[in-house]
């Protein structure tokens, strides 16, 4: 007897996408086209979630987009989580995410927080040069694309202020 693998829920919904690719020609589409064509055609059903759940998600993303100033006039997020994956008493592991206020966190949860966000960064341009890659050998009929995944000289134009006196009388009067 041949066992077969179960789909994921992200190979489902990938399928999802592939069908509908198929409907519409291959022509750029929204998520939301997508969304309702699934639903109309009765292909994906929400499914069942518990007020908790539903309300922890809400208020993880709600706690991504916190923002305060710090003593410099920084716009640093305030909250900050780390995952740690834990065992039962039944041996299974689950993922739990804790959050702190950057303004009392040890610096072993910022550590963790900081490091693991690092590691989301450095897999998404990972993945962008391998999407360039990929495109540049096989689809690209034009000039090789050339991404650059040096940041530094980004982040110090970003440190810089937004707003700037508009003449030296202004200036004079900020000094």
């Known amino acids: 007897m041949q066992m077969t693998k179960r789909q994921t829920k992200t190979e489902n919904l990938q399928e999802l996408l592939h069908q509908y690719r198929q409907v519409v020609h ?8 997508a969304a309702v064509w699934a639903i109309r055609n009765r292909l994906w059903t929400p499914p069942p979630k518990t007020a908790e759940s539903q309300l922890a998600k809400a208020l993880g ?3 991504r987009v916190d923002y305060v100033n710090d003593p410099q006039g920084r716009r640093i997020r305030r909250l900050h989580a780390r995952k740690i994956e834990t ?18 966190a040890k610096p072993e949860h910022m550590q963790i927080s900081f490091q693991q966000r690092r590691g989301y960064v450095r897999s998404d341009c990972h993945q962008l040069k391998t999407d360039v890659d990929s495109y540049n050998a096989n689809w690209n009929t034009g000039d090789q694309l050339l991404i650059s995944y040096n940041f530094e000289e980004d982040m110090a134009e970003m440190d810089q202020p937004a707003v700037y006196p508009a003449n030296e009388q202004e200036r004079s009067e900020e000094e």
Do not use: C, K, S, V
């Open 61 to 63: 993303e709600a706690a």
């Open 87 to 104: 065992a039962l008493p039944g041996g299974e592991m689950i993922q739990q995410t804790f959050w702190d206020d950057i303004t009392m």
């Open 26 to 33: 291959d022509r750029p589409f929204t998520m939301a086209e």
